[in-house]
């Protein structure tokens, strides 16, 4: 199974940027995928989720500002993400879980991606 991240860079505060996360080696369709940030000597936190379903979840910090979705016949998910902040800043990995609904821990997931870089400058 792989997971490849992609999409990261360096933004302003206030810009926009998509994360894709491409899938290959497991059954798309049949897993809930999530996205988690890890700032600077932070732990890593739940940022969006989504279900086998389309059912997208959010942390309270990103509410209004991303956007989570899938598109199974490209085995992708994206992150938009916009109104961006200098505390965005950090790595985001997408992860996949076999379950109907996404988790809100990272020990809830299967598989990870390697990261891709989001740096938001003030």
């Known amino acids: 199974v792989q997971l490849q991240a992609s999409g990261g860079g360096l933004v302003q505060a206030g810009g926009s940027l998509r994360l894709s996360c491409a899938a290959s080696?497991?059954?798309?369709?049949?897993?809930?995928m999530g996205w988690f940030h890890q700032a600077p000597g932070k732990e890593r936190e739940f940022v969006a989720g989504?279900?086998?379903?389309?059912?997208?979840y959010y942390a309270d910090s990103v509410k209004g500002r991303f956007t989570i979705s899938r598109d199974n016949a490209k085995n992708t998910v994206y992150l938009q993400m916009s109104s961006l902040k200098p505390e965005d800043t950090g790595v985001y990995y997408c992860?996949?879980?076999?379950?109907?609904?996404?988790?809100?821990?990272?020990?809830?997931?299967?598989?990870w991606g390697q990261g891709t870089q989001v740096t938001v400058s003030s």
């Open positions: 992860a996949a879980t076999f379950r109907t609904r996404p988790s809100y821990t990272g020990s809830g997931y299967d598989y």
């Open positions: 080696g497991l059954t798309f369709c049949s897993y809930a």
């Open positions: 989504i279900s086998i379903a389309g059912t997208a």
